[in-house]
């Protein structure tokens, strides 16, 4: 295992930019108003993601979550709530 690299490899030196395919399926869509909707009790960091991917993938859509509990915080330690992170990424919000 003590193979040397030349002086041409540089170590964590370059970013390269990937995308992985996925599958939406919304809870509610009236795909004639562009319109989803989620109905949400927990709300975790890949759901989070999924929704910033949509709202940045597909514009013409209005997202909109129903939360249980809009005030529930993002993280134990976080002062971030659902309610807040929704208004930080321009996506509506409700309480169900």
Known sequence: MGA???PEYSY???YLPYTLAHRYL???IDPVAKRIIEVKGRFPASDRAKMRAIRKQ???YRIEIRFQNPQTKIAKNSKTSYADW???NGIAWSKA
């Open 26 to 28: 919304p809870d509610f």
């Open 12 to 14: 964590e030196s370059t």
């Open 4 to 6: 040397t690299l030349g």
């Open 86 to 88: 929704c208004q930080k």
């Open 58 to 60: 597909h514009p013409d």
